[in-house]
């Protein structure tokens, strides 16, 4: 059993301190911000730092008297029985400070900018596109998160051959951060007269929204084109100039936004997915540098990655990065056993991060 030091445990708990301290000295307005987003981060840890602490006292305690020679038999045996029970909660404790103590990504709470677009398969493809997306708008309710969509392009038969959305909530990327990759759906579709088993894919990218500090864009590298919007006619059709594409030279990397009536709104908007997908590039050039870290991670995040199969006639949905099949293909789909998925997902790389550690890299 690894026990974490008294020396850290007092660190920890002597930084909350100091920061609630901060947060009721009058600090300006803008610290106070900084003080508020610290708070909620490493409360969780400090509270567990509390408990851990009484239970390691509370062993001290037991040990100091099973040492006193004074100690008569009947209550050697009460405290040998309790102290089994109290280093049993010790190490279950103190294994959950050691994951609250592991390095943190630093984008967990940012808000995220979903894509969804269809791959291989056609019309099911797209299809399946609409599937993973209602998936995700159930699995964000049932988290209190917020999703709002942001652009889409619908298929000829349903679904979208692209769908951008915006999610919202506390450690909104921190649940959604390995389901980028690949997703591979095999089941008979609705156009099939002969029953055949198709397979058709869907690309998922999750970016992180940047906070401003993270990610700067200078206006003389961005040309902004406008345009009329396109619809499938009737009154929904645009008749001004008001959809907008903005390309950033130096990447080529571009954003279209043409959902709302006004241009002002879709620059906007178009200007949110254009900084997530720079920022998006920029994570991905980091990693590249990390390449042997790789090894110990669930996924890369790369969008060629075939993560996740769904396969209706089994009724299985297999997770490819951790071997994981659950047959409960239903109410994964509709999003709301996407939480077990996702939590063996953490939970894996959790232990991987933990045996990569050792305790003086933990910081323990």
Do not use: C, W
Request: without cysteine; aromatic residues 4%; glycine residues 8%.
């Amino acid at each position: 059993m690894s026990i974490i030091s008294t020396e850290r445990l007092a660190q920890v708990i002597d930084r909350f301190e100091e920061v609630e301290a901060r947060m009721g000295s009058g600090a300006d307005a803008v610290e106070i911000v900084a003080l508020a987003k610290e708070h909620a981060t490493i409360k969780p840890v400090a509270d567990a730092a509390q408990k851990l602490r009484a239970v390691q006292q509370e062993l001290d305690d037991l040990n100091e008297m099973l040492s006193d020679p004074d100690t008569d038999a009947e209550m050697r045996e009460m405290a040998n029985a309790e102290r089994l029970e109290v280093m049993a909660a010790l190490e279950k404790q103190s294994q959950q400070m050691q994951i609250l103590l592991l390095p943190k990504d630093k984008d967990d709470d940012a808000p995220v900018m979903l894509e969804i677009r269809a791959g291989t398969g056609g019309d099911e493809a797209a299809l399946f596109a609409g599937d993973l997306f209602r998936m995700y708008q159930r699995f964000a309710q049932l988290e209190g998160f917020a999703l709002s969509s942001v652009s889409s392009t619908t298929g000829d038969h349903g679904g979208f051959k692209e769908v951008v959305a915006h999610i919202t909530g506390n450690g909104v990327y921190g649940r959604f951060k390995f389901e980028s990759g690949v997703h591979r759906v095999q089941r008979v579709p609705d156009t099939e007269t002969q029953g055949r088993i198709h397979t058709s894919a869907a690309t998922v990218a999750v970016l992180p929204e940047p906070e401003d500090v993270d990610i700067q864009v200078d206006e003389k590298d961005l040309r902004v084109d406008i345009f009329r919007a396109s619809g499938p006619g009737g009154q929904s059709v645009n008749t001004t100039d008001s959809a907008v594409r903005i390309t950033h030279i130096p990447t080529g990397i571009t954003a279209s936004q043409q959902d709302e009536k006004s241009q002002h709104k879709n620059r906007a908007k178009a200007m949110m997915v254009l900084k997530a997908r720079l920022y998006d590039r920029e994570r991905a050039i980091a990693d590249a540098t990390r390449a042997a870290e790789r090894k110990d991670q669930i996924g890369s995040g790369d969008r060629s990655e075939k993560i996740r199969t769904y396969n209706y006639p089994q009724g299985r949905v297999t997770d490819h990065r951790i071997k994981l099949t659950i047959q409960n293909l239903p109410k994964i789909i509709t999003g709301d056993a996407l939480g077990d998925v996702i939590d063996a997902l953490l939970a894996e790389d959790q232990a991987r991060k933990l045996a990569a550690l050792s305790g003086d890299e933990a910081g323990i």
